[in-house]
Structures are given as structure tokens and as C-alpha cells.
């Protein structure tokens, strides 16, 4: 199982930037998919964006595109996930998730791994 490492949340006044880590251990990535996700109390877990390590294809939530860009350092098995124009409604617990398969899904049960999860809070 990979073991995935979140870092990157905190508190941020609307319009500002967070970036978010998560970082890999344990295997290679070339052949998965990154998913970022988060919940809000009381709400579902949502999918936000996410990419096929590979291919560089890439995946946002409609809420979240203008602001959001994902990225990622091969180097380090680590993802990105890049927080701009921040709102209050973004704040939730963030969580990078790992597919070991290269196509994409906005399920939360067809990821295999998940990051520990890293707290996004936006004051208004």
C-alpha cells in the first residue's frame, strides 16, 4: 500500500493562496491517478481535481476551475494542488487520494490510498 503524505492546509483569508503537498512513498507513480478531494462537516466527500500521473491529463470540479491548479514533481512522488482566489465555501479537510489505475474517477471508494487529510479554512 502506498503511503501518502499531506502537508499544506491552514488559514487563509478569502483571496488568498494555499499550496498543498502530498507526498508518495513506497512506489513509483507512473501508472496511477491523483485525486484531490475534500469534506466539508456534514457534506459528502467531493472530488476537486486530480491527474493521470502519466499522461499529465488533467481534472477539475467546476468550482474550482480559474482558481485551483494541480501539478506534480516526478523527482519526489509528490503531488500539488494550488489554491488561489480562496473562498469560504472552500473550506473543508483536504484529502489526496491514489488510483492504481491510469483513468480517472470522481468516486471516493474506487481510490486505493488516501492521505491523512490537512485542514482548509477560509475566513470571510
Known amino acids: 500500500q502506498v503511503q501518502l503524505v499531506e502537508s499544506g492546509g491552514g488559514l487563509v483569508q478569502a483571496g488568498g493562496s494555499l499550496r498543498l503537498s502530498c507526498a508518495a512513498s513506497?512506489?513509483?507513480?507512473?501508472?496511477?491517478?491523483m485525486g484531490w478531494f475534500r469534506q466539508a462537516p456534514g457534506k459528502e466527500r467531493e472530488f476537486v481535481a486530480g491527474?493521470?500521473?502519466?499522461?499529465?491529463?488533467?481534472y477539475y470540479a467546476d468550482s474550482v476551475k480559474g482558481r485551483f491548479t494541480i501539478s506534480r514533481d516526478n523527482a519526489k512522488n509528490t503531488g500539488f494542488l494550488e489554491m488561489n482566489s480562496l473562498k469560504p465555501e472552500d473550506t473543508a479537510v483536504y484529502y489526496c487520494?491514489?488510483?492504481?489505475?491510469?483513468?480517472?474517477?470522481?468516486?471516493?471508494?474506487?481510490?486505493?490510498?488516501w492521505g491523512q487529510g490537512t485542514q482548509v479554512t477560509v475566513s470571510s
Open positions: 487520494a491514489l488510483r492504481l489505475r491510469r483513468t480517472v474517477t470522481t468516486t471516493p471508494n474506487d481510490y486505493d490510498s
Open positions: 513506497g512506489r513509483t507513480l507512473s501508472n496511477y491517478f
Open positions: 491527474f493521470s500521473w502519466s499522461s499529465g491529463n488533467i
